[in-house]
């Protein structure tokens, strides 16, 4: 089992940044693809990030540029530095693992955190 912990959420003005944190237990992290997706109020939970076992990044499109994925596999830790933000960011972020061919999809993820809410106002 894999326990996820997010961290680093909160109140940022438009343009601002923020770095979300994704600490893992139970399990080293470095052979599980991980990946951040967020949710906003009456929608559905959407991708934003992923990173693979050895280091390959995904983003979608709208966040590319402005947020990066990394892992620090001595800290059994993934980050999500968001920078640029928007109002449309605004959303609970969670963190997933999982050890599926990367990229997966959301099903493929095995374990989640219980997520931050990350607000940005214009």
């Known amino acids: 089992q894999v326990q996820l912990v997010e961290s680093g959420g909160g109140l940022v003005q438009a343009g601002g940044s923020l770095r979300l944190s994704c600490a893992a237990s139970?399990?080293?992290?470095?052979?599980?693809?991980a990946a951040w997706f967020h949710q906003a109020p009456g929608k559905e939970r959407e991708f934003v990030a992923a990173?693979?076992?050895?280091?390959?990044?995904l983003y979608r499109g709208r966040v590319k540029g402005r947020f990066t994925i990394s892992r620090d596999n001595a800290k059994n830790t993934i980050y999500l530095q968001m920078n640029g933000l928007e109002p449309e960011d605004t959303a609970v972020y969670y963190c997933?693992?999982?050890?599926?061919?990367?990229?997966?999809?959301?099903?493929?993820?095995?374990?989640w955190g219980q997520g931050t809410q990350v607000t940005v106002s214009s």
């Open positions: 997933a693992a999982g050890k599926y061919k990367f990229p997966l999809s959301l099903v493929q993820y095995d374990y």
């Open positions: 139970g399990r080293t992290l470095s052979t599980y693809a």
């Open positions: 990173i693979s076992w050895s280091g390959n990044t």
